[in-house]
């Protein structure tokens, strides 16, 4: 019973904070497997979870407030569309920050592989989903790209954690709260 809400709970946290979930397995001291299975399953079920909410959240934006239907995000219209030309153009843009500058320039040139190989390291579980909503990607392949994206930092993680040597339980135990 106890290992089943150990396991429960490395879900739960890679469902948001994903590589604290990872931390979290290898201070619960799972074999690899283990953890290895349930992070990537706590990563895709905050994924599919948060893609259902920002999917309810764009229907809901779109009905209440109907002029706001097609407003993307600045940092989703690629670099190259920005001519200034058009109706649009009679109000000055806002210059983009370093950091939309920086996000618009990682989809640009990797799309969603980008997106979800930088999700557990960089964004959070719900951004990384919300970002991918936000940019209009296929449910699916959101789901398909992000799994492999936690499947291959959860290989990382416990991979570098298993040839270190570092005995992670007992250095914790050993720490005094």
């Not at 557990?120 to 296929?138: K, R």
């Not at 789901?143 to 570092?166: D, N």
């Amino acid at each position: 019973m106890e290992q089943a809400l150990k396991i429960l709970s490395v879900i739960a946290l890679c469902s948001f904070k994903y590589l604290m979930g990872n931390g979290l397995a290898i201070v619960y001291g799972f074999d690899f497997f283990t953890a290895l299975l349930s992070t990537v399953a706590g990563g895709v079920a905050g994924v599919i979870f948060f893609i259902y909410l920002g999917h309810q959240a764009r229907k809901a934006l779109a009905y209440f407030f109907p002029g706001l239907r097609n407003l993307r995000p600045a940092w989703s219209v690629p670099l190259s569309s920005k001519t200034g030309t058009g109706p649009e153009s009679t109000k000055p843009e806002k210059p983009m920050s370093r950091k939309e500058r920086w996000i618009q320039r990682i989809i640009n040139n990797y799309g969603l592989a980008g997106i979800a190989i930088l999700t557990p390291v960089l964004f959070t579980v719900p951004v990384g989903a919300f970002i991918a909503v936000a940019l209009d990607f296929p449910r699916l392949r959101i789901v398909f790209y992000m799994a492999g994206s936690f499947f291959l930092w959860s290989l990382f993680m416990l991979g570098l954690a298993s040839l270190t040597g570092i005995d992670v339980p007992s250095l914790y135990r050993d720490l005094e709260f």
